[in-house]
Structure formats: C-alpha cells, structure tokens
C-alpha cells in the first residue's frame, strides 16, 4: 500500500506531457505506398503521433487512424525525418508532432526547396514582426528560420538565407549594446556577406548585397572594427546608388512607353526608390559616424552633407 502511494504521488508529481504540435519535418520524407495497397487501389490519410527529442531527431512514432494497409509505411517514412529543434526561451525541448500523411494515386512528389520554402516564409515573417514588436520571443523564432534556412539546396536561395542570418543579426547588434553578443553576431553578419557575394557575382546590384553589407558595418562599428565598418559602408553605397540610377533609366523607359495600369507601376516604383533613397542616405549618416569615431570629421562632414541632400 504504502509503494502503491509513493508512485501515485510520483505521478502526480510527474509534469504532463507537452501538448502536440503542428510542423513539418526540414526534408519532406520518400514514402513508399505499398504495393498491395496500390495494386487494390486503397487511398486515405493516416494521422500519425511523433515523439522528437531536443536534437530534432525523431525517437518514436505511432499511427493514431487511417487505413492498416497504410499506417506502417506512414510510420517507416515518418521515423527518417528530422524536425528543427522546438525551442524555448532559446532551449531546445522534446516535443510531440501529429501530422496527417495522405496517400493518393495521383500525386506528384514535391521539390524540396519549394516546401521547405513555403514552410520557411511564415517562420521568417513572424520572426520579422516579433522584431518590430520587441517581442522576447522574437530571437527564439528567427533562430528557427535560421536553421530552417540551412536546409535549402546549396547554391539555392541565397537572399533568403542571408535574410533569416541578417534578422538574427540585427537581434544581436540591439542586445550586443548592452551584453556580449556582438561576437556572433560577427560570425553571422560574415556568412551573410560570403552568401549573398556568391549572389553578386551574377547579380552585383540587387538590395540584398546592400542590406548584408549594411548590417556587418553596424556590427563592426559597434566591435571597433572602423576600418572593415568603413569598408562595407562603400560597398552598400555604391549598390544603392546603383540601384537609385537604374531606377532613374525605368522611370525614362516607362515616360517613353505606354503601359497598361501606369499609375499603379509609378506607385510601386515610386515607393522602392523611396525605400532605396532611406538606406543611402541612413548609410551615409552610418559612415559619417564611422569616420567621426575614427578622427576623420572632415570626412565624416562630408557623408554627412551627402545624406542632408538626401
């Protein structure tokens, strides 16, 4: 009686089990449809309950419904796959996953980037709106996009990768200014540059090389790097600046042709020029910074004048 009260104690003690959730795996997994159940033409949805540990790596998996023929090749295809690690306050924990495994007759296999792309925008734009809103969750969510982004094909999705590295960045700069991040945030803002200048070397000009370069300045700045800070300030100058005169030769191409719905092409254009207009002149003002801290105000003056005639 007594161990009989010791383990009910025990259990009640025991914390409940983290309630299922909803992801995807990082790679979509090759599931066999078995060939009697091909061959008899059975088709339907097995609803499968999958234990993760920290790592992502799958540790269990059961079949809750569905068709018997089906359920084994669900679970067989299921116990290969990798989940990001569910994290909280930035530490990775078990978690429990259901999904829904359909077998059809007539559908296609996915490309992988695709998915995983379709997976990856969701996390990446709440990680963007939890930034805006200086949400504490903010980190733990951009750092999933992070790792989700390492998943793409190599050589694929260059911009976005360097995106979900640039957002964790730009998380570790804000709290670099009062701890010890900025290391990282060094190493993260340095993979974001070696990325996106394999993009540049077919597309030289494109917002994306701006933005990196902008970010590693801000982190090098506030490291003292002054010189590297300098450096990266010109590269993304001289893309918007660029960007600003290609603009200038659309909006000619556009006043010597006629096109369809003109006043709403303006209205986009109009409002990218502006966004680029913003970064350079908030690049110079950087760069004047940069030159100020570096006992160099005449030149510091002088990036300053460049962005007031902004």
Do not use: W
Request: proline share 8%.
């Amino acid at each position: 009686m007594i161990l009989l009260a010791i383990l009910a104690l025990l259990l009640q003690q025991a914390p409940p089990p983290p309630p299922p959730v909803q992801i995807e795996p990082l790679i979509a997994p090759s599931i066999a449809y078995p060939a009697d159940a091909k061959a008899a033409r059975i088709t339907g949805t097995v609803h499968l309950e999958i234990n993760v540990d920290p790592t992502g790596k799958v540790t269990a998996v059961k079949a809750l419904d569905g068709p018997p023929q089906l359920r084994q090749a669900a679970i067989e295809a299921y116990s290969r796959v990798t989940y990001l690690p569910l994290l909280k306050n930035n530490i990775p924990t078990p978690a429990i996953v259901s999904t829904a495994v359909n077998f059809t007759l007539t559908e296609a296999p996915p490309d992988n980037d695709m998915q995983l792309n379709a997976r990856f925008q969701p996390l990446h734009a709440s990680c963007q709106q939890l930034s805006a809103d200086h949400d504490p969750s903010a980190m733990d969510t951009c750092r999933q996009a992070l790792a989700m982004s390492q998943h793409f094909t190599p050589g694929s999705e260059l911009e976005t990768r360097a995106t979900a590295y640039n957002d964790v960045v730009l998380l570790l700069i804000a709290a670099g200014k009062k701890s010890t991040e900025l290391p990282e945030a060094g190493l993260l803002a340095d993979q974001a540059v070696s990325l996106i200048d394999t993009l540049a070397r077919t597309s030289p000009h494109k917002p994306a090389v701006a933005t990196a370069y902008i970010t590693r300045a801000e982190v090098r700045s506030l490291a003292g790097n002054l010189p590297g800070a300098e450096a990266d300030c010109t590269v993304a100058e001289d893309v918007l600046t660029t960007l600003l005169q290609d603009q200038g030769d659309k909006d000619q191409t556009k006043r010597d042709a006629t096109v369809h719905d003109q006043a709403k092409r303006n209205e986009i254009e109009n409002e990218r020029a502006g966004n680029y207009r913003v970064e350079l002149r908030d690049t110079y003002l950087l760069h004047a910074i940069v030159l100020q801290h570096d006992h160099k105000p005449k030149d510091a003056k002088l990036y300053q004048n460049k962005a007031d005639q902004i």
